[in-house]
């Protein structure tokens, strides 16, 4: 298995501009995940699916970020305009069933900066 | 002016030295805790977990310890290899996973 695929690895983009990134969780997974890491606040879940629906989107820090699903195989992240802020690494994860006491399997990341 | 962010703990043990992190958790009704592995530049990787009815499991090379008198959680591991050097964090579920600071391990050899 190919694990949880991020794209793109590295995004430096300027203040203002949308940014978009995207997630394949790993096949047969049932609930998605994103999470942001920064120095200052380290992984916080941002949101999350289940069976492509959003469960939880209480982290999602305002409206500039948005997240779909539509469907299994593919996630977005979306910020709309980004600020330098918003530098961050942001991280998929998946989990096969979504139910509690489970683990999480992580991507790689994408690294974004915001100028 | 100087940023102000999270201060990770740092823990540094001679190559083939046992090892110990340690890790506090929130909430007394979390249920399941996992200790995950983040090296440089990747995401972080499940290592070993443990459920709440339960106060020792043992993996390879590692175990992890759960005290819920005190809400602490360790992680052990043994015959420390340079390879093991990375951020290790405990994480805990009570609806959703939530992870702790995290700790830097780094191997001398």
């Known amino acids: 298995d190919a694990g949880v695929i991020q794209s793109p690895r590295h995004e430096v983009t300027e203040m203002g501009q949308e940014v978009t990134l995207r997630c394949k969780p790993i096949s047969g997974h049932n609930s998605l995940f994103w999470y942001r890491q920064t120095m200052m606040r380290g992984l916080e879940l941002l949101i999350y699916f289940n069976n492509n629906v959003p469960i939880d989107d209480s982290g999602m820090p305002e409206d500039r970020f948005s997240a779909k699903m539509p469907n299994a195989s593919f996630s977005t992240l979306k910020i709309q305009p980004s600020e330098p802020r918003d530098s961050a690494v942001y991280f998929c994860a998946s989990s096969p069933s979504g139910t509690d006491n489970e683990k999480l399997f992580f991507g790689s990341g994408t690294q974004l900066s915001v100028l | 002016g100087e940023s102000v962010g999270l201060h990770l703990p740092t823990l540094s043990v001679q190559e083939g030295d046992n090892s110990i992190i340690n890790c506090a958790y929130s909430?007394?009704?979390?249920?399941?805790f996992i200790w995950y592995k983040q090296e440089s530049g990747k995401g972080p990787q499940f290592i070993i977990d443990?459920?709440?009815?339960?106060d020792k499991r043992q993996g390879q090379r590692v175990t992890v310890l759960l005290n819920k008198t005190v809400k602490h959680l360790s992680l052990q591991i043994a015959a420390t290899q340079p390879g093991d050097s990375a951020v290790y964090f405990c994480?805990?579920?009570?609806?959703?996973?939530?992870f702790g600071a995290g700790t830097r391990l780094t191997v001398k050899p």
């Open positions: 443990i459920r709440s009815n339960m």
């Open positions: 909430n007394s009704a979390s249920d399941y």
């Open positions: 994480a805990e579920n009570f609806g959703d996973m939530r």
